[in-house]
């Protein structure tokens, strides 16, 4: 017993120092950076990459850092309210691509489809670029309009359409009656509030 008490007391302590040498290193790579390198850095951005590197460096796809404005982000999609042009978009090679539009939203009345490729908003280019600042160019205040020029498979030239922004609201739950089975049929497209 008293062997194994001493065994767990010097695991938990070698524990405890190795973590302290390595907050230790942290302190000295931090003092370093913000007094010899060549500007003057933002602690701010410093810790918050730190955070965020510590968390990628455990590999779960799932386990991410949320700053202040990625926190807003999270709270508008789960109270399903937001103002844009009305697309659920994902990023493939590089590219935004429309996955659906949302139910009588401006993008689904202006004839965005599933599957069209945004290639600029506001005649920029948005290959290749931050999925979130493309999603703020989007975005914008409601009654102000975006240019969106997408690119449509078997159409040769691209489609610029001008949408105006509105609120949108996205239903998390959809549901229907399958009637020759008597059944009902619920399709949850989202978590929120």
């Known amino acids: 017993m008293g062997l194994f008490i001493g065994i767990n007391a010097s695991i938990i302590a070698g524990t405890k120092e190795s973590a302290h040498r390595y907050l230790d290193y942290f302190h000295q790579v931090f003092q370093l950076v913000t007094t010899e390198y060549v500007d003057k850095p933002d602690n701010k951005t410093l810790f918050y990459g730190a955070i965020r590197g510590m968390l990628a460096s455990l590999g779960d796809p799932y386990t991410r850092f949320l700053d202040e404005d990625a926190s807003a982000e999270l709270e508008e999609m789960t109270t399903g309210k937001f103002v844009g042009i009305g697309v659920e978009v994902t990023v493939r090679d590089g590219e935004i691509v429309v996955v659906t539009p949302i139910e009588n939203s401006p993008a689904m009345k202006e004839g965005i489809e599933a599957g069209d490729t945004i290639t600029r908003v506001n005649d920029e280019p948005v290959r290749d670029r931050e999925f979130s600042d493309v999603i703020k160019k989007i975005k914008g205040l409601p009654g102000t309009k975006v240019n969106i020029t997408i690119r449509r498979e078997n159409i040769d030239e691209e489609i610029t359409y001008t949408i105006e922004r509105a609120p949108i ?3 998390s739950v959809e549901y229907a ?9 619920l399709k949850i497209k989202s978590f929120g509030a």
């Open 169 to 171: 609201k996205i239903d």
């Open 177 to 185: 009656v399958i009637s020759e089975h008597n059944a009902g049929y």
